[in-house]
């Protein structure tokens, strides 16, 4: 948001920084999404735990 406001405010083009700032969130996003699912779905498949029959 600062970035846009300053080059807004200035007149000057910040295009390649205005992107990073744009697609870097984004991408840590997704890549924080799927680390998230794998955990779950690691937890949710109980990696062998209970799978052992007890006599």
Do not use: D
């Not at 083009?13 to 999404?33: E, K, M, N, Y």
């Amino acid at each position: 948001m600062s970035v846009v406001g300053a080059e807004l405010a200035s007149g000057k083009s910040f295009g390649q920084l205005c992107a990073l700032l744009i697609i870097l969130p984004g991408l840590l996003t997704v890549a924080w999404a799927a680390a998230y699912l794998l955990n779950w779905l690691r937890h949710m498949s109980g990696n062998g735990e209970g799978s052992k029959i007890q006599n």
